[in-house]
């Protein structure tokens, strides 16, 4: 594991008080990647862009059943990952693997980098730079939509479910999309507006960037490495809760070493890429329309997470009130040593057992619908 990928937000949750490079027990098939262009996108805000290229990876063989349904399932990335950080035992090993809940040798497993992220078109890599269109979260859903449908040929998916940010999403493909999957399964999420102290810590984050005047608007020619450093180490504090960091680094000594590692590698990030993904949820508000999900949801957060406290009564409450009736399950699981706060969201075996009590009950009697 590179050193810089532990100071990533998306990858925080593999934060070890090691480098060493650790192979995973990987017994699921080899991934294939590609990329998919999209011509002429045009975003919400009115801004297009002639070309929008989108990365994934897949694993298994995509199966279409007789009444249109398939074996198809979408798993979505954090803010500022890509498909890459689920691939490791914590997360493959426990789903991918034979026998496994979403075995790849029976499910065709989607990966793919959202629009800013990854290896998909994003601010850092395309000309555009700082005039990169401001992309939200519903312009992410509706090109992964056309992933699916035009490249891939899928018209139904056996689930769709994601962490953090990809929890969001999952929340939101049920509204935008709602006769499109069986099952869905947002983790580390609430279905709410970000505001109170996530708003607070997100908008601190884009301050950071945007306030050090080597940032120029976006047109630096050097990483704004002060406040870059700064948004990357407020991430930091938030992706994990205090009892795991107390876990892992006893001491004040530890804590320093750690700290000492990560600085060096802050210029490898992009702070218009940072900014730009942190900015895509200003429009994230899918309370309102939970009741348009037509498909069994569940939902599955852990009571040490700082971004979605379970103190605030916000995800039993959604699914209760705001869902139809029968449909939707809360879950808030105990703060334990298997938990990491936010991060928890790559431990799959906290929430496994959920994700196949979900997948019988949406076992299709031809391989579809539920």
């Given at each position: ?17 090691t ?7 990987q ?7 590609g990329?998919f ?16 290229d989108l990365?994934y990876?897949t ?25 890459e950080?689920?691939l490791n ?10 026998g ?41 859903i ?13 018209d ?24 499109f ?10 279905p ?10 997100r ?12 940032w ?10 002060v406040?870059l ?48 993904a ?27 997470d ?17 869902m ?9 699981l ?11 969201y790559i ?13 019988t ?10």
């Amino acid at each position: 594991m590179r050193l810089s990928n532990l100071f990533s937000f998306a990858l925080g949750a593999l934060v070890t008080t090691t480098v060493a490079n650790e192979q995973p027990k990987q017994a699921w098939p080899k991934t294939q990647s590609g990329h998919f262009s999209i011509s002429n996108f045009t975003f919400d805000s009115g801004e297009t862009l002639d070309q929008l290229d989108l990365h994934y990876r897949t694993l298994g063989k995509l199966k279409v059943y007789p009444d249109g349904t398939t074996n198809a399932v979408l798993i979505m990335h954090g803010t500022t990952g890509h498909n890459e950080q689920f691939l490791n035992d914590d997360f493959a090993s426990v789903l991918f693997n034979p026998g496994q809940p979403l075995d790849a040798s029976k499910y065709f497993l989607i990966l793919r980098d959202s629009i800013g992220h990854g290896n998909s078109s994003k601010p850092s890599t395309h000309a555009l730079r700082a005039r990169f269109p401001s992309y939200q979260y519903s312009d992410m859903i509706r090109a992964d939509h056309l992933l699916l449908t035009e490249h891939f040929g899928i018209d139904h998916m056996r689930l769709i479910m994601g962490v953090s940010m990809g929890g969001m999403h999952t929340w939101m493909w049920g509204e935008m999309y709602p006769d499109f999957m069986d099952a869905l399964m947002p983790i580390s999420s609430l279905p709410t507006q970000i505001a109170g102290h996530n708003r607070l810590w997100r908008r601190f984050v884009t301050e950071m960037i945007t306030g050090d005047p080597a940032w120029n608007e976006g047109n630096y020619e050097e990483q704004p490495t002060v406040g870059l450093g700064g948004a990357l180490m407020i991430q930091q504090v938030m992706l994990s809760s205090p009892a795991y960091w107390q876990r892992g680094f006893p001491t004040r000594a530890a804590v320093d070493a750690y700290v000492d590692q990560l600085v060096p590698h802050i210029a490898e990030f992009d702070a218009n890429d940072q900014l730009f993904a942190w900015n895509a949820s200003h429009t994230y508000d899918p309370e309102a329309d939970l009741g348009r999900i037509k498909v069994p949801l569940t939902a599955v957060n852990t009571a040490d997470d700082w971004m979605n406290p379970p103190e605030l009564g916000i995800l039993e409450s959604s699914v209760k009130n705001k869902m139809k009736r029968g449909l939707g399950k809360a879950i808030t699981l105990p703060a334990s040593k298997e938990t990491r706060g936010h991060s928890s969201y790559i431990q799959a075996n906290l929430w496994k057992d959920e994700l196949k009590a979900l997948l019988t009950k949406t076992k299709s009697r031809k391989g579809g619908r539920w």
